[in-house]
Nanobody, 122 residues
Framework: QVQLVESGGGLVQPGGSLSLSCAASGSILSITVMGWYRQVPGKQRELVAS???????DYGDFVEGRFIASRDNTKDTVFLQMNSLRSEDTAVYYC????????????????WGQGTQVTVSS
């Protein structure tokens, strides 16, 4: 069984910065994509950023160059550095891992973290 554990959420003032991290654990052989989605009540979950095992990144349009996603493949960990935060960035941020293969099975699976709250407010 694979678990994703997130850390780094919290309260920050508008214009401030916050860093999130997410570590995958388990008998992991490989992970194709890791990244972050976010969700606010009453809205669909939306992609924030993703990083492939080849370090290709993709961002939601709303990011506008403010966030940087990175990955440590040796530790199966993904990071999100968020700068110039706005009140509209307030949401629960969910880590995900896609294309996960483990030593115990050959199936590619998708996993979600438990979510971490990010609140941008003065």
């Amino acid at each position: 069984q694979v678990q994703l554990v997130e850390s780094g959420g919290g309260l920050v003032q508008p214009g401030g910065s916050l860093s999130l991290s997410c570590a995958a654990s388990g008998s992991i052989l490989s992970i194709t994509v890791m990244g972050w989605y976010r969700q606010v009540p009453g809205k669909q979950r939306e992609l924030v950023a993703s990083v492939t095992d080849g370090d290709n990144t993709d961002y939601g349009d709303f990011v506008e160059g403010r966030f940087i996603a990175s990955r440590d493949n040796t530790k199966d960990t993904v990071f999100l550095q968020m700068n110039s935060l706005r009140s509209e960035d307030t949401a629960v941020y969910y880590c995900f891992a896609d294309g996960v293969r483990t030593y115990s099975e050959s199936t590619f699976r998708h996993y979600w973290g438990q979510g971490t709250q990010v609140t941008v407010s003065s």
